[in-house]
């Protein structure tokens, strides 16, 4: 059984939701960008193996397999190595600048089979919040 996945920043406050495209060719936002700092800590969200640490399109990247997933980071200097093994929650490296997210958020993709998949998916669903039953004030009766 696998760890409970956990974040790969908190608080994971969204800032631009995952928006696949309809088609592989067309523009898309195949990840999810989440709010950070430049030096914010970013830890595996599963168990896995780091599976790449460089500098692709200008910016730094990291990615981890995860069984059958394949999550990426980015901007992410990465911390750690290829052929790592790290556990939900440790430390992958930190918030770097660079992309549409250049010091204002992480980019946190997942692929399964090639095909985009929402990042998000993978972490706990939040049960529902009862808000508190707050009681209407009476009015006068009309007679």
């Avoid at 830890?43 to 599976?51: D, S």
């Avoid at 250049?102 to 919040?129: E, N, Q, T």
């Amino acid at each position: 059984m696998l760890p409970t996945p956990v974040p790969p920043v908190s608080p994971p406050t969204i800032l631009r939701a995952f928006a696949p495209a309809v088609h592989d060719w067309l523009p898309a936002h195949r990840g999810v960008d989440l709010s950070a700092s430049v030096g914010q800590a970013v830890v595996a969200p599963r168990t896995g193996t780091v599976a790449v640490v460089r500098i692709i399109a200008n910016r730094p990247v990291v990615v981890l397999r995860s069984h059958d997933v394949r999550f990426t980071f980015e901007p992410v200097v990465g911390t750690v190595t290829v052929g790592e093994q790290v556990r939900a929650g440790e430390p992958i490296g930190v918030v770097g600048d660079g992309a549409h997210c250049d010091g204002r958020c992480l980019h946190w993709g997942a692929k399964i089979a090639g095909d985009y998949v929402d990042p998000l998916s993978f972490l706990p669903r939040r049960g529902p919040v009862l808000k508190p039953l707050v009681k209407a004030r009476s009015s006068a009766s009309a007679a």
